[in-house]
């Protein structure tokens, strides 16, 4: 005899243990099975781009550290890009060191926290997640002592970077460069080839390639799906084509393999931060430029490989002193087009898994 | 090094399939009419040759004459990339056809648009509001949102 | 139920003050005047207890995950748990206008009360009990069930549906876990051939653990499923449900819940002691050796070890999802238990009166079988399983200089 | 690889941690060693230095500084000083970028080292003209490098002088020479 059944609607945020913030998921459940999901967005919508039409082109880096708040070195990084490719502005080679040594820290910092919350999700009551943190102290520890502050740093400026490091900083960076792997090897053990872990994540919100890349999914999503595909390498910025990396790619584009491509990365950018540190030559950090500097009309494109994705600045000049329009082309929220195609068919508990899995950033969902 | 692909070629190439949909072209973009870009679209993502298989971003930009949406293209395959630019006429209904069919990526962005630039997307099948609630006034990336 | 207050040396000696005190017409009085002393003085000691659990499991988790735990109030923060139930105590007491008034009452005290009464036949001490029932295994596994329908009395009565799927999922995977769970215990009661926990202690003459290695596995993670631990939190599973069944319970009645939660934790531990690890006697492996601390020190301290075990547990496994769970319970645990009942009976059936030597022999031929049993699953699974860190490559693409 | 050994490794790790010490510290009686360029809420302001030019108010990107002037007759360094009649320094939406500090053309401005400035209500968070020129001279070397170069840590407690604040470390020039100079450039 089949009984009557119904099925039932719950609202999982805006707030929420693990929504990553104030994202908002309607989901229709049967059972504990999962048979539709609405995702709302913009609980954090601050209007960015129209607070960036009203600011000078130095004001908006202000702006971008408050966008994705976990990798604000990366944002402050794809933003002056943008304004230099718009204005023709030169960058000093050291200023390009110095960039992308402290955007691959930040990529680090960026991914440590990924793969805690993710862990997080899995219901491991906070431990990764405080030797994630440990870890990722040290690296903010760093960029107080270059700029002043851990989180937002807004420590690169149109034509250059604001300061030199201190003198302490380059020690400073040695001994952490020589301890950390120490500590990932340490999370590895811990997670990596945890039974659990592995029986929660293996072959579960799968996303195939196609999908991924019909979808605009962007980088270590993307790469977990089997997409050799990493803006560092395919159109290298700054002076990334000097560096010796490997990109890690997944086969299967399960969550685990997105969870395991962060951690691959991690070592890859320790890499990359310790050619910084050889190759770096002295010279001048910022080019003369102006604090109001009045582009010529016309548009910029510049995208970089941030750590959720393609984080890319689509500005507009009409020669002010301000962007005529600043889009922002944010990978967290792009990240969230497959969500639905990922979702349906699995379990409640699954949702926060893949969810966790894709590592998106509210600040820069709802921007 | 993703190559940016020179907008006349592509836009003599486009303008050999579609006469009259390529208006003009620039250093790296190329503009075409709002009517045909779902065709355009497809001709340039299955294409051998150009194969623009994922959308960076779709933007919209408020001339306050006419608005412009610029959609920004690459091809993962041959590592090259084009911009791709349509005009749009007037300030209230304005209208242009949905790419979601031929990129899925093309859903929350073009959603985005509707509710920051007011730019409707015919063929969505989700055309509601994101980043702000349902019954906000107006469509406020508009240069003349709130008198402006 | 006369010779069992005989044996007890605490009920008779308080027994005799009381009739002391009494005059001669109220003699049945001391009767009840000891028996309700008796249970203040272990329910007084079990809440200290779990208060001071609550406490040490903070401050041990804090260490494991390299913070401090509390240390604000009291001396080493050891008055945390005073401050917490002060705290808990002048909250508002809220209750939903779509929760049922009787089962959002009761759900709370019920839960409590299951695992108050537990204690009742857990021995401290040779003739330190409250009761030795002749069922007392029985009783321990039957109590703790009332839990599983107070959970989903408070889950269904809160009339929310993160608390309704928190309850279906306790009521789901508890009834599966006690299937294993008494399975598992059927070893030990033909070893120990009597269901009074006073003679199981006595019967260990090689603690159980090592005697049973494979009954004490299953028995630590269906308890651990019981009392709703990490790795099976699946009903209260914050990242999931917020907070499960208890998602709708503020104040003291959360303060309840949580103190019911907790107390599992001890009640469970004292279980373990006892059944595991020789009870009140000392765990050592001469049996004769010396009785250093009192006997119930000794079941306190081994309380305190396996607290710490279930703390550790929880601080490094995530959880299971719950078709994982139950997949786990009737796959793994419940024929695990089975091969160990029977391998224990064909050995007792061998040995009916085993001496100290084949005791021995037993404790090889079942710690074979466990590791038999482990390497047989490992190669089940084994022949279509892959390393799980090989499904990620590193790609190289030499760098373009610019 | 035998079943059970990936959760066994991971027991194993969150046992050495528990030996490990504590990486938190008890906060208001132990403090983290603050990096002499951090950007705090305190600014420390030298009146001396200060022309009232405002630049820092029209850096700010949160529009947050509201400096008040008046023609005071007299000179600092190069160029022509006001009077401060207002610096009103609105920190509750201050986000602490500094660019205000990089904008002085006189080093009159430094980012501070507090962060512990908690008010009942957010009107009383307000930095006045008044509580600068109180305030301890405690700068962070934020963006003056002629601090850092000399090894100034705002942590040591030293307050800085405002002749000792500057890019070009030498004796303040006096007010006739300033005079004088002012003049010669016209």
Same mark, same amino acid.
């Given at each position: 005899m089949a009984l009557p059944s119904e099925s039932i609607t719950i609202n999982l945020?805006?707030?929420?243990?693990?929504?990553?913030?104030v994202f908002r998921i309607r989901v229709t459940l049967d059972g504990e099975v999962i048979q539709d999901i609405e995702p709302i967005f913009g609980? %954090?919508?601050?209007g960015t781009e129209k607070l960036a039409e009203e600011r000078t082109y130095t004001q908006i880096v202000t702006l971008t550290d408050r966008l994705d708040y976990t990798s604000s070195m990366i944002n402050n990084q794809a933003y002056v890009m943008a304004t230099e490719k718009l204005a023709g502005l030169e960058v000093p080679e050291r200023a390009q060191y110095l960039r992308v040594l402290t955007a691959e820290l930040q990529r680090v910092a960026s991914h440590l926290m990924g793969i805690g919350f993710f862990l997080q999700d899995l219901g491991a009551m906070g431990t990764p997640l405080m030797y994630c943190f440990r870890e990722r102290e040290r690296i903010l520890d760093l960029f107080e002592m270059i700029c002043?502050?851990?989180?937002?740093?807004?420590?690169?400026?149109?034509?250059?970077?604001?300061q030199e490091p201190p003198p302490e900083f380059w020690p400073a960076l040695k001994e952490l460069l020589s301890e950390f792997p120490h500590y990932i090897d340490e999370l590895e053990r811990l997670i990596l080839e945890n039974e659990i872990v592995v029986a929660r994540t293996k072959g579960v919100g799968l996303l195939p390639r196609e999908l991924a890349i019909d979808s605009s999914i962007s980088g270590p999503n993307l790469r977990a799906s089997?997409?050799?595909?990493?803006l560092r390498k395919a159109?290298?910025?700054? #002076?990334?084509?000097?560096m010796d990396f490997d990109i890690p790619v997944g086969s299967n584009g399960d969550s685990y393999d997105r969870f395991l491509v962060r951690v691959m990365e991690i070592h890859q950018s320790l890499r990359i931060v310790e050619q910084c540190v050889q190759q770096i030559p002295d010279g001048?950090?910022?080019?003369? #430029?102006?604090?109001?500097f009045r582009p010529p009309p016309g548009d910029a494109y510049a995208h970089v490989e941030a750590s959720k994705g393609e984080l890319g600045f689509y500005l507009v000049s009409d020669?002010?002193?301000?962007?005529?329009r600043c889009k922002i082309r944010a990978p967290s929220f792009i990240n969230l087009t497959a969500l639905t195609e990922m979702l349906l068919g699995w379990k409640v508990a699954d949702l926060m898994v893949i969810f966790g899995s894709l590592d998106v950033n509210m600040g820069e969902v709802d921007r | 090094m993703t190559t940016q692909l020179q907008g006349e070629a592509v836009g003599q190439q486009l303008q050999g399939a579609?006469?009259? @949909? =390529?208006?003009s072209w620039g250093d790296g973009d190329v503009r075409v009419q709002p009517d045909s870009i779902v065709d355009i679209c497809r001709y340039l993502r299955d294409t051998p040759d150009l194969?623009?298989?994922? %959308?960076s971003s779709i933007t919209g930009v408020d001339y306050v004459e006419s608005f412009e949406v610029v959609y920004h293209l690459t091809s993962l395959t041959h590592n090259h990339s084009v911009v791709l630019k349509t005009t749009l006429y007037g300030r209230d209904d304005v209208e242009l056809p949905s790419v979601i069919n031929v990129w899925k990526g093309a859903d929350l962005q073009e959603r985005e648009v509707w509710d920051l630039m007011g730019i409707g997307f015919t063929g969505h099948p989700n055309m509601k509001r994101i980043l702000t609630w349902e019954g906000f006034p107006g469509h406020p990336l508009r240069k003349d949102h709130l008198g402006g | 139920m006369e010779s069992s207050f005989d044996k007890n040396a605490l009920f008779a000696n308080l027994n005799d003050i009381f009739l002391d005190l009494l005059p001669e017409s109220l003699s049945w009085m001391a009767y009840l005047g000891t028996g309700l002393t008796i249970i203040l003085i272990m329910v007084n000691a079990v809440l200290m207890l779990t208060a001071f659990g609550t406490y040490m499991e903070r401050r041990v988790l804090g260490r494991f995950q390299t913070r401090l735990g509390?240390?604000? #109030?009291g001396p080493f923060g050891l008055l945390q748990p005073l401050a917490d139930l002060l705290k808990l105590i002048t909250k508002e007491d809220l209750r939903p206008e779509s929760a049922d008034k009787i089962t959002f009452f009761l759900a709370p005290v019920l839960m409590v009360t299951s695992m108050l009464v537990?204690?009742? =036949? #857990?021995?401290?001490?040779k003739d330190s009990f409250l009761a030795d029932l002749n069922i007392g295994v029985l009783y321990l596994v039957g109590i703790p069930t009332i839990a599983t329908v107070s959970m989903f009395l408070g889950g269904w009565g809160s009339g929310n549906r993160f608390a309704l799927l928190g309850a279906a999922r306790a009521v789901a995977m508890l009834i599966s876990y006690e299937v294993p769970m008494i399975v598992s215990l059927a070893g030990i009661l033909i070893l120990a051939g009597s269901m009074s926990l006073v003679d199981v202690v006595q019967a260990q003459q090689i603690p159980f653990i090592l005697l049973q290695p494979i009954a004490f596995f299953v028995f630590l993670v269906s308890a651990s499923a019981e009392m709703n631990?990490?790795?099976?939190d699946l009903m209260e599973a914050e990242s999931e %449900?917020?907070?499960?069944?208890?998602?709708?319970f503020s104040g003291m009645r959360f303060g309840l819940l949580q103190l019911a939660e907790f107390g599992e934790v001890v009640v469970t531990s004292a279980i373990l002691a006892t059944l595991f690890l020789r009870g009140w006697e000392?765990?050592?492996?001469?049996?004769?050796?010396?009785?250093?601390?009192?006997p119930q020190l000794w079941l306190i301290g081994k309380m305190l070890f396996f607290m710490l075990i279930f703390t550790w547990i929880r601080a490094t496994l995530p959880r299971m999802r719950i078709d994982q769970v139950m997949a786990f319970a009737w796959k793994v645990l419940f024929p695990l238990a089975l091969i160990n009942m029977f391998v224990t009976a064909a050995l007792v059936v061998a040995w009916?009166?085993?001496t100290y030597t084949q005791l021995w022999i037993m404790v090889g031929v079942n710690w074979a079988v466990a590791i038999g049993c482990l390497t047989g699953y490992t190669l089940s699974r084994g022949?279509?399983?892959?390393?799980?860190?090989?499904s990620v490559r590193l790609v190289q693409i030499p760098a373009e200089v610019n | 690889m035998p079943f059970g050994l990936g959760i066994a490794k991971g027991m194993m790790v969150t046992l050495r941690n528990l030996a490990r010490k504590p990486v938190t510290v008890q906060y208001p009686e132990q403090r983290v060693t603050q990096n002499p360029r951090f950007r705090g809420e305190d600014f420390v302001w030298y009146e001396e230095r200060?022309?009232?030019?405002a630049s820092c108010a029209k850096y700010c990107p949160q529009g947050i500084i509201k400096i008040v002037t008046s023609p005071s007759g007299e000179q600092t360094q190069e160029g022509e000083k006001y009077k401060l009649e207002t610096f009103d320094?609105?920190?509750?939406?201050?986000?602490?970028?500094?660019l205000c500090v990089e904008a002085c053309p006189y080093d009159a401005l430094h980012m501070g080292t507090?962060?512990?400035?908690?008010?009942?209500?957010?009107?009383?968070?307000v930095i006045t003209v008044d509580e600068l020129r109180a305030? @301890?001279?405690?700068?962070?070397?934020w963006f003056r490098p002629q601090l850092q170069d000399r090894g100034y840590d705002p942590a040591s407690g030293e307050e800085v002088s405002w002749q000792d604040?500057?890019?070009?470390?030498?004796?303040a020039p006096t007010y006739d020479d300033m005079l004088k100079r002012w003049v010669e450039k016209r």
């Amino acid at each position: 005899m089949a009984l009557p059944s119904e099925s039932i609607t719950i609202n999982l945020g805006p707030q929420h243990p693990s929504t990553h913030g104030v994202f908002r998921i309607r989901v229709t459940l049967d059972g504990e099975v999962i048979q539709d999901i609405e995702p709302i967005f913009g609980y %954090l919508h601050r209007g960015t781009e129209k607070l960036a039409e009203e600011r000078t082109y130095t004001q908006i880096v202000t702006l971008t550290d408050r966008l994705d708040y976990t990798s604000s070195m990366i944002n402050n990084q794809a933003y002056v890009m943008a304004t230099e490719k718009l204005a023709g502005l030169e960058v000093p080679e050291r200023a390009q060191y110095l960039r992308v040594l402290t955007a691959e820290l930040q990529r680090v910092a960026s991914h440590l926290m990924g793969i805690g919350f993710f862990l997080q999700d899995l219901g491991a009551m906070g431990t990764p997640l405080m030797y994630c943190f440990r870890e990722r102290e040290r690296i903010l520890d760093l960029f107080e002592m270059i700029c002043g502050a851990r989180v937002t740093v807004s420590y690169m400026r149109p034509g250059g970077v604001t300061q030199e490091p201190p003198p302490e900083f380059w020690p400073a960076l040695k001994e952490l460069l020589s301890e950390f792997p120490h500590y990932i090897d340490e999370l590895e053990r811990l997670i990596l080839e945890n039974e659990i872990v592995v029986a929660r994540t293996k072959g579960v919100g799968l996303l195939p390639r196609e999908l991924a890349i019909d979808s605009s999914i962007s980088g270590p999503n993307l790469r977990a799906s089997g997409v050799a595909w990493d803006l560092r390498k395919a159109d290298p910025y700054d #002076v990334y084509g000097r560096m010796d990396f490997d990109i890690p790619v997944g086969s299967n584009g399960d969550s685990y393999d997105r969870f395991l491509v962060r951690v691959m990365e991690i070592h890859q950018s320790l890499r990359i931060v310790e050619q910084c540190v050889q190759q770096i030559p002295d010279g001048p950090i910022r080019s003369e #430029v102006p604090y109001f500097f009045r582009p010529p009309p016309g548009d910029a494109y510049a995208h970089v490989e941030a750590s959720k994705g393609e984080l890319g600045f689509y500005l507009v000049s009409d020669g002010g002193i301000a962007p005529y329009r600043c889009k922002i082309r944010a990978p967290s929220f792009i990240n969230l087009t497959a969500l639905t195609e990922m979702l349906l068919g699995w379990k409640v508990a699954d949702l926060m898994v893949i969810f966790g899995s894709l590592d998106v950033n509210m600040g820069e969902v709802d921007r | 090094m993703t190559t940016q692909l020179q907008g006349e070629a592509v836009g003599q190439q486009l303008q050999g399939a579609f006469p009259d @949909a =390529v208006t003009s072209w620039g250093d790296g973009d190329v503009r075409v009419q709002p009517d045909s870009i779902v065709d355009i679209c497809r001709y340039l993502r299955d294409t051998p040759d150009l194969a623009m298989d994922y %959308l960076s971003s779709i933007t919209g930009v408020d001339y306050v004459e006419s608005f412009e949406v610029v959609y920004h293209l690459t091809s993962l395959t041959h590592n090259h990339s084009v911009v791709l630019k349509t005009t749009l006429y007037g300030r209230d209904d304005v209208e242009l056809p949905s790419v979601i069919n031929v990129w899925k990526g093309a859903d929350l962005q073009e959603r985005e648009v509707w509710d920051l630039m007011g730019i409707g997307f015919t063929g969505h099948p989700n055309m509601k509001r994101i980043l702000t609630w349902e019954g906000f006034p107006g469509h406020p990336l508009r240069k003349d949102h709130l008198g402006g | 139920m006369e010779s069992s207050f005989d044996k007890n040396a605490l009920f008779a000696n308080l027994n005799d003050i009381f009739l002391d005190l009494l005059p001669e017409s109220l003699s049945w009085m001391a009767y009840l005047g000891t028996g309700l002393t008796i249970i203040l003085i272990m329910v007084n000691a079990v809440l200290m207890l779990t208060a001071f659990g609550t406490y040490m499991e903070r401050r041990v988790l804090g260490r494991f995950q390299t913070r401090l735990g509390p240390n604000r #109030v009291g001396p080493f923060g050891l008055l945390q748990p005073l401050a917490d139930l002060l705290k808990l105590i002048t909250k508002e007491d809220l209750r939903p206008e779509s929760a049922d008034k009787i089962t959002f009452f009761l759900a709370p005290v019920l839960m409590v009360t299951s695992m108050l009464v537990v204690v009742a =036949v #857990v021995p401290f001490g040779k003739d330190s009990f409250l009761a030795d029932l002749n069922i007392g295994v029985l009783y321990l596994v039957g109590i703790p069930t009332i839990a599983t329908v107070s959970m989903f009395l408070g889950g269904w009565g809160s009339g929310n549906r993160f608390a309704l799927l928190g309850a279906a999922r306790a009521v789901a995977m508890l009834i599966s876990y006690e299937v294993p769970m008494i399975v598992s215990l059927a070893g030990i009661l033909i070893l120990a051939g009597s269901m009074s926990l006073v003679d199981v202690v006595q019967a260990q003459q090689i603690p159980f653990i090592l005697l049973q290695p494979i009954a004490f596995f299953v028995f630590l993670v269906s308890a651990s499923a019981e009392m709703n631990r990490s790795p099976f939190d699946l009903m209260e599973a914050e990242s999931e %449900l917020t907070a499960g069944f208890h998602t709708e319970f503020s104040g003291m009645r959360f303060g309840l819940l949580q103190l019911a939660e907790f107390g599992e934790v001890v009640v469970t531990s004292a279980i373990l002691a006892t059944l595991f690890l020789r009870g009140w006697e000392n765990p050592f492996i001469p049996a004769d050796w010396q009785q250093v601390l009192p006997p119930q020190l000794w079941l306190i301290g081994k309380m305190l070890f396996f607290m710490l075990i279930f703390t550790w547990i929880r601080a490094t496994l995530p959880r299971m999802r719950i078709d994982q769970v139950m997949a786990f319970a009737w796959k793994v645990l419940f024929p695990l238990a089975l091969i160990n009942m029977f391998v224990t009976a064909a050995l007792v059936v061998a040995w009916p009166d085993p001496t100290y030597t084949q005791l021995w022999i037993m404790v090889g031929v079942n710690w074979a079988v466990a590791i038999g049993c482990l390497t047989g699953y490992t190669l089940s699974r084994g022949r279509h399983r892959q390393k799980p860190t090989e499904s990620v490559r590193l790609v190289q693409i030499p760098a373009e200089v610019n | 690889m035998p079943f059970g050994l990936g959760i066994a490794k991971g027991m194993m790790v969150t046992l050495r941690n528990l030996a490990r010490k504590p990486v938190t510290v008890q906060y208001p009686e132990q403090r983290v060693t603050q990096n002499p360029r951090f950007r705090g809420e305190d600014f420390v302001w030298y009146e001396e230095r200060c022309t009232g030019c405002a630049s820092c108010a029209k850096y700010c990107p949160q529009g947050i500084i509201k400096i008040v002037t008046s023609p005071s007759g007299e000179q600092t360094q190069e160029g022509e000083k006001y009077k401060l009649e207002t610096f009103d320094i609105e920190i509750a939406r201050c986000m602490f970028c500094g660019l205000c500090v990089e904008a002085c053309p006189y080093d009159a401005l430094h980012m501070g080292t507090g962060f512990e400035r908690a008010m009942p209500r957010k009107s009383d968070l307000v930095i006045t003209v008044d509580e600068l020129r109180a305030s @301890a001279k405690r700068p962070s070397t934020w963006f003056r490098p002629q601090l850092q170069d000399r090894g100034y840590d705002p942590a040591s407690g030293e307050e800085v002088s405002w002749q000792d604040a500057g890019r070009e470390a030498t004796v303040a020039p006096t007010y006739d020479d300033m005079l004088k100079r002012w003049v010669e450039k016209r």
